[in-house]
């Protein structure tokens, strides 16, 4: 058999970590393709990891893949050169199917993200399969029917009956198009409908976040009393681009000041001891968020003084009251597994807390990601899971209020897997696309 040559376009930082996911998974297959990239937008620094060759030209833009958030951000990119870009990019595709039909070798495009990509497929000449990330029916609807929504814009999310708007659905339905992968079972269920060669294969963001330590529990009356005395655990995430997770981080902390006024006011009468773990990105300078943190009372401790056991022996740790924090740049799917609930300002970190089967409570920030329009359609792509708290300094109220619920954590649980489905995602993906393409 031929080896498939397969061009892979994204279109986002975010799409270019399900990328690669995906990527790991075809390259351990016995009819692994050749594979080759072209991150549609920023450097595509994930993909270099791999030393998988690039196609043509890559360039970050200004609102650093944002764009669609704002028209200004738009108007940023169109002066920052992104029609040259973009046409070099069209170029590069077509050049590359072209090159790879005179070799006589079978070439596919996979396009990861939104219509950008999946239109490059359909431009590019040869067979294509699309992974939607950017799309959902959850922001229109719930297993039950429609969101109510109030707002001028919704009409136009679902006009044509699905979130995916017809000129989307054409370039999926056509010939070349040999399969679509949605984010979850129900958008999956509505393109099947529309007769879109669509597979519910799950999504590729909950593959690779296994923690460092066993995470099944025994249910003797000792883990019944360990339970009782542990910690409440909280998982911090203020996203990973600077400079807004800085600014993302000081909103945390005021939501964090308020929890522990609430944790500990005279009338709670609580013994339960708090401990925080932020779940830093390494492009962030840990340095910044400290002196944040020593200037709202926090002091330094050891790592030996928290009062659970933490992998990253690199971590910084501080205490105040009866509260720890943690700051990790190591431990990142230990913060996701070990956290009982979380305090977020992120994209895809919020998504993955969400889809282990936890609540987050989330607070709009000044962007150019988080954003008040970010956080709304969050909470609707996410649902139940998701606690909208529009101020910082009502974090403490709302948590106190979520907990005198305690039921809604088995609706939570079900919740979460069922928006972002089981790990697995990228290996199943990755031999449909083989038996589809090849």
Known sequence: MTQLQLLVLSNGHGEDIVATKILHSLLELENAPQIFVLPLAGEGHAYKKLDIPFIGSVQAMPSGGFLYMDSKQLVRDVKGGLIQLTLNQIKATKQWVKEQNALGKKSAV?????????????????????????????????????????????????????IYHPWERWLMTRRRCKAVFPRDSLTTEILQKMNVRAFDLGNPMM??????????????????????????????????????????????????SSLLETMYAPTTHTSKSLVLLGAIAGSLDCNILST???????????????????????????????????????????????????????GTATEQFIGLGKPAFIIPGEGPQFTPGFAEAQSRLLGDSIILVEQAANIGQQVQNFFAYPDKLHVIAKNGLRRMGSAGAAQRIA????????
């Open 110 to 162: 996979l396009a990861v993200g939104d219509i950008v990509p999946l239109l490059f497929g359909f431009i590019s000449g040869a067979n294509y399969a699309f992974v939607g990330t950017a799309k959902s029916e959850y922001y229109v609807r719930s297993e039950v029917g429609l969101l109510k929504r109030t707002n001028k814009g919704a009409y136009w999310e679902n006009f044509s009956g699905s």
């Open 431 to 438: 031999q449909c696309i083989i038996d589809k393409l090849s």
């Open 207 to 256: 593959d690779g976040l296994e923690p460092s330590f066993p995470t099944y529990r025994s249910y003797s009356i000792d883990a019944e009393h360990k339970e009782i005395i542990r910690p409440l655990i909280v998982t911090l995430l203020p996203g990973s681009r600077a400079p807004e997770a800085y600014a993302n981080w000081e909103k945390i902390m005021i939501g964090v």
């Open 292 to 346: 944040t943190l020593i200037s709202q009372g926090w002091r330094r401790i050891s790592l030996e003084e928290l009062p659970l056991k933490f992998s990253d022996t690199n971590a910084l740790t501080f205490k105040q009251k009866n509260a720890h924090l943690v700051l990790t740049q190591n431990a990142y799917n230990d913060c996701l597994h070990m956290g009982d609930m979380a305090i977020a300002m992120a």
